[in-house]
């Protein structure tokens, strides 16, 4: 958690764009593993926001709830579209949902035009089953 929000500083002092970041829990025990890929997936998501979004906001979240840890990161950007993530030559979405889906959760990215960018993932809390 320390790492997520460490991360969403960072971004906003080298962007100058606002991340607020907020979690429900007090801390979320996960395995390192997990820990790790959850950071590195956070990591392209903010880079997409940075490249991409052209977002003067972005509000992240990171919650646990029966067994699953969510995150969501939300830019106020010009909106992905369905037709961006099957880009030939993009990997970084379909990298990061790979990846997801890898730990038995799953990334969705859901766009408003010209209003927001939503990117969720959601990863269970004690790995694969
Ligand atoms: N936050 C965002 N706001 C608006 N558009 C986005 C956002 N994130 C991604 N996109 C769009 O989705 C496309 C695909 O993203 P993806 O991360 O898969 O590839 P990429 O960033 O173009 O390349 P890379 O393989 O280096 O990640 C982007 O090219 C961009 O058009
Ligand atoms: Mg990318």
Redo the contacts with the bound molecule.
Sequence with gaps: MAAIQWQAKEFSKRTEIPCLFCCDSEDIPLDADLASAIFRIFQ?IL??IS??AGASNVKVKLSENDGWVFLEAIDNGRGIRESDMNKPG????RGMRERCQQLGGNLYANGIPEKETCVIIQIPVNGKE
């Design positions: 392209e880079t997409n490249k991409h993009s990997f970084g979405i």
